[in-house]
């Protein structure tokens, strides 16, 4: 299966693309997650995208671009992926659709997690997120077993700096502004599915599952 993840800020779409890469058995590619983890190496990539994700914008076309089709060009997708916070705007949609022409082989499925605007506020406001492997987790909803330590690799949970309140505002407004359009852009290819992301994690993920099973 290859397919997106397409959602605001705080959807749950790293969440939920831990539950789906395991159950169609691919790999989960998140560009936000690819930043952070320059960063924390103190790449030139994650300095250079630090200073677009600390104000909540768009690190640019050119350097994200590069950077997916550099992961699109590895070994591991003969199952297909899953991508997550990738495209972000029509022309990177339009350059995922390019290199996958050229693979010839197209996108399957753009799943829409569809949050209320006061749940997403909740989500980010309460999210740690593991230094070390990137899980997320929830001060109230998904707790860790131990306070600040992440259940699955131990590391240690923090803040993200774009999760303090007048960054999410901007990152709001970007996703409204930019990303917002790609939906349409997938409807007219009919390859869009939306499903609504509030409740439980599972009960979204079978959601999500369901949706995905019945394309083929
Ligand atoms: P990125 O890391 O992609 O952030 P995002 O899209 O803003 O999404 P988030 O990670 O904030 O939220 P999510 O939907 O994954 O929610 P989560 O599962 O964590 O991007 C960060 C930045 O990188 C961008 O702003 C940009 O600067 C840059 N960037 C990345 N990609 C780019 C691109 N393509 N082009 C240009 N720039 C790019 O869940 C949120 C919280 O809710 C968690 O605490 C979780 O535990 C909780 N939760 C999840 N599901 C539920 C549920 N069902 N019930 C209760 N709580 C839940």
Redesign the pocket.
């Given at each position: 299966m290859r397919f997106i993840l397409v959602?605001?800020?705080?959807?749950?779409?790293?969440?939920?693309?831990v539950n789906l890469a395991a159950h169609f058995s691919v790999p989960h590619i998140?560009?936000?997650?690819i930043?952070?983890a320059n960063l924390k190496e103190g790449t030139p990539l994650g300095l250079e995208?630090k200073s677009?994700?600390d104000r909540?914008?768009?690190?640019?076309?050119q350097v994200?671009n590069k950077m997916?089709k550099d992961r699109l060009g590895k070994g591991d997708l003969d199952n297909g992926f899953l991508l997550?916070?990738?495209?972000?705007?029509v022309r990177?949609a339009e350059v995922l659709e390019e290199i996958l022409d050229e693979k010839k082989s197209p996108l399957e499925a753009a799943l829409e997690?569809s949050v209320d605007s006061a749940?997403i506020i909740n989500?980010?406001a309460?999210?740690?997120?593991c230094r070390n492997c990137q899980r997320?987790?929830?001060l109230m909803?998904?707790r860790s077993k131990v306070d600040g330590v992440c259940d699955s690799c131990a590391g240690e949970l923090y803040q993200?700096d774009?999760?303090k309140e007048e960054v999410i505002k901007r990152?709001l407004e970007?996703?409204s502004e930019q990303t917002a359009p790609i939906i349409d852009f997938y409807r007219e290819r009919n390859i869009l599915i939306t499903i609504a992301?509030?409740?439980?994690?599972e009960?979204?993920s079978e959601r999500a599952i369901a949706a995905l099973m019945a394309l083929s």
């Open positions: 959602g605001p800020p705080g959807a749950g779409k790293g969440t939920q693309a998140s560009t936000g997650d930043f952070r995208a677009f994700m909540g914008e768009l690190v640019p076309d994200t997916v997550d916070g990738f495209p972000r705007n990177q997690l749940e989500r980010l309460g999210r740690r997120t997320a987790f929830h909803y998904e993200r774009d999760d990152r970007v996703y992301a509030m409740g439980s994690v009960e979204i």
